[in-house]
């Protein structure tokens, strides 16, 4: 292993293994797979690799924990969430830590990370013990209409790379306050940080089988046994749209309940009214959060042509001063991108905008050197048939488009099968309502770069995915309606 002094110990202090019916256990076989540091391209740790047999025994455990565990107290269960939150919060510096050297971003962004997604936890402590009915008397007077709200079973959730804290606590919190049991999948890129909350929540006294944390580079093969497994009653997934559409697929079988976070390719739209430094701070929070490795990030910079060029070069100036390095070192801004294949992807990106008449502003070269790093890049003059006008790019990559009218600047916005979140600086009330009410996407910030919130209802529409995490309507993801007519 390639580490020394603190990275190893945060290393060394996660349990590389399954996490089944609350006992850490090897993978048949004791299959192990390697994890790596993308500053370095190093192995940082072996972790296990699970089988179908393991897949289907971590079901198991969550199905023969979920009938008692719904028949907890909901105070018990949103204790057992605060005591969580307040663990992360504890030990915030070592999965920081721990999160940068298997993911790349800087340690101030990982950071940010944990305390947003230890926000989840604190938040749906509080939701657990809101979990209400109704009452009515029906409109004839003959019956009294009763409705409840129940945990739905045992749920599958699967969680990619990118935040790998914050996708798996806005599952699992609601999850948790709701009564469900769960088998939970995070990215074979990524296990480590899910497994120290695994720890994490041992401790904090969820029970036995509750959760159930499987990490496995075979995971079409597990994952699909458990999503046709009559038991599971829900699969929650964020991740890319293609997998996304074939776990749906699955799911349509035991017709599950499903939510889909799926792929994005926000829209940055600023007017010509637009307080242009406000965009810019806007621009860099949208574009550099995570290097540019989030669903939310700004994709497309739709930019009025009367201020196109003055807004393109602050944000080169901008993007281009930050400082680009391994994640844990003092002072950096911008850490690697994942692994190599992401690299790739972004300079095809870039070669293909530039090809087809695009200028670089600032960065666009792919380093020398070990690890996966890729410059802060700012691309000007960019047309409609560029890849990146319709592809994800997930890299610190910000392309320029221009428009004229604001009837333009919606068309190019929706003309794109995503619908995540858009982003729009104006100075015009007005005109920020009318573009609100047109975009199609589930989010949208208004004069600002951010929009997630852990009180605030987080998802897309299109081919972006359905369903909500967080806020008020996160946990009803995780709860049936029952309704009960009374007779008299
Ligand atoms: P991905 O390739 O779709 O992987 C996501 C998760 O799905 C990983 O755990 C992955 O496992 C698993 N997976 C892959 N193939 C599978 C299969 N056949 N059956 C079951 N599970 C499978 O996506 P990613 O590259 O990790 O993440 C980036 C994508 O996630 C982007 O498109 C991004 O926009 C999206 N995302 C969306 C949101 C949102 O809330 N809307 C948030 C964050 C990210 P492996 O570890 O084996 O790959």
Redo the contacts with the bound molecule.
């Keep these: 292993m390639s580490l020394e002094g603190r990275e190893s110990e945060v290393v060394a202090g996660v349990h590389p293994q399954l996490f089944v019916g609350g006992k850490w256990r090897d993978a048949e076989g004791q299959k192990t797979f390697a994890v790596e540091d993308p500053s370095t391209g190093k192995t940082i740790a072996e972790v296990a690799d699970a089988s179908v047999a393991d897949g289907l025994a971590a079901l198991d455990a969550a199905v023969a924990a979920q009938s008692d565990w719904a028949r907890t107290a909901p105070r018990d269960r949103g204790e057992i969430l605060r005591k969580a939150f307040e663990l992360i919060t504890e030990r915030a510096d070592d999965l920081a830590l721990l999160m940068t050297l298997e993911m790349g971003k800087p340690l101030s962004e990982s950071k940010a990370e944990i305390a947003y997604g230890a926000e989840f936890f604190r938040w749906f402590s509080e939701e657990a013990v809101r979990i209400n009915g109704r009452y009515a008397v029906a409109p004839n007077g003959a019956t009294r209409l009763l409705t409840l709200k129940q945990p739905v079973g045992p749920c599958l959730m ?6 790998p804290l914050a ?1 798996g606590t806005r599952k699992i919190g609601p999850a948790i306050a709701a009564g469900c049991t769960m088998v939970v ?7 480590l940080t899910m497994l120290a909350l695994a720890d994490i929540l041992a401790e904090a006294g969820l029970p036995d089988g509750v959760l159930n944390v499987v990490t ?5 093969d ?3 046994p458990l ?1 046709r497994d009559p038991r599971l009653r829900k699969l929650t ?8 559409r ?2 749906i697929e ?1 799911s349509a079988e035991g017709i599950l309940r499903v939510s ?5 390719n926000a829209p940055f739209l600023v007017f010509e009214d637009a307080d242009l430094d406000k965009a810019v701070d806007g621009a860099m929070l949208a574009k550099m959060r995570n290097i540019g ?5 700004a994709n497309r910079f739709l930019v009025h042509e009367s201020v196109a060029d003055t807004f393109a070069q602050k944000l080169a100036e901008r993007m281009g001063a930050m400082t680009v390095g391994r994640g844990s070192e003092d002072g950096v801004q911008v850490g690697p991108l ?1 692994e190599g294949k ?1 690299r790739d992807k972004v300079a095809e990106l870039v070669a293909d905008a530039v090809g087809s008449g695009a200028t670089v502003l600032t960065g666009g070269e792919v380093p020398d050197g070990p690890g996966y790093f890729y410059p802060p890049t700012v691309l000007t003059g960019v047309g409609e048939d560029a890849q990146v006008f319709r592809e ?1 790019i ?1 890299g610190p990559v910000a392309p320029v488009f221009t428009f004229s009218s604001d009837e333009e600047a919606l068309r190019m916005a929706n003309d794109t099968e995503y619908g ?1 979140v858009a982003y729009a600086f104006t100075e015009s009330l007005e005109r920020a309502v009318r573009v609100y009410e047109g975009l199609e996407t589930g989010m949208v910030g208004i004069n600002q770069g951010v929009v997630s919130n852990p009180a605030a209802p ?3 529409v299109k081919a ?2 359905f369903g909500r ?1 967080g806020g008020a309507e996160g946990i009803d993801e995780y709860l049936e309606v029952k309704y009960v007519g009374l007779a008299l």
Excluded: D, R, Y
Aim: with cysteine; hydrophobic share 40%.
């Design positions: 699967i969680t990619p790379w990118n935040f996708m999948k995070p990215a074979a890129l990524t296990p496995t580079t075979a995971t079409g597990v994952m699909e999503i997934f964020t991740g890319s749209t293609p997998v996304g074939k776990l699955q889909m976070e799926l792929g994005g490795e989030a669903c939310t990030a994942v992401a994800e997930f995540l987080f998802g897309g972006s995915g995490e």
